[in-house]
């Protein structure tokens, strides 16, 4: 900074703020309303394998592709591409359909961002 304005320079003056009660799960003070009807995208992921290009251009009708996971083994549910439960297939007025049967904690979340 130059002299000049060094000289001009006055001291900001801002109001005093009080930090007030932080609102806790469940608390009268948590308007979840406003939220409420923002999509999300569920989807949930059978298993992952990798396989080199090769392998995926020689891919055709009737290919068995075989993943990491094994048969009967829950399946991983993410909302936004975020891991939140397990659950296994169940099929609803002939559509698929997921009943979940894990849901994963916030600390369990947490841990796999690391």
């Known amino acids: 900074m130059n002299s000049k ?3 001009t320079a006055e001291r900001a003056e801002f109001e005093n703020i009080q930090a007030g009660p932080v609102a806790k799960e469940g608390s ?12 999300v995208t569920l ?14 251009l ?13 048969a009967g083994e829950a399946l991983d ?5 975020t ?3 397990h659950g296994e297939v169940v099929v609803v007025n002939e559509k698929f359909g997921i009943r979940i049967t894990d ?12």
Do not use: C, H, W, Y
């Open 83 to 85: 891991l939140v439960a």
């Open 43 to 56: 989807s949930m992921e059978v298993g992952r394998t990798r396989i080199p290009i090769r392998s995926l």
């Open 5 to 7: 304005a060094a000289e």
């Open 58 to 70: 020689q891919l055709n009708q009737g290919s068995v592709v075989e993943f990491d996971r094994a």
């Open 103 to 114: 849901v994963v904690s916030p600390a369990e979340r947490i841990r796999k961002l690391k």
């Open 28 to 39: 009268p003070d948590v308007n979840l309303e406003v939220i409420l009807d923002v999509p």
């Open 77 to 81: 549910v993410f909302v936004n591409g």
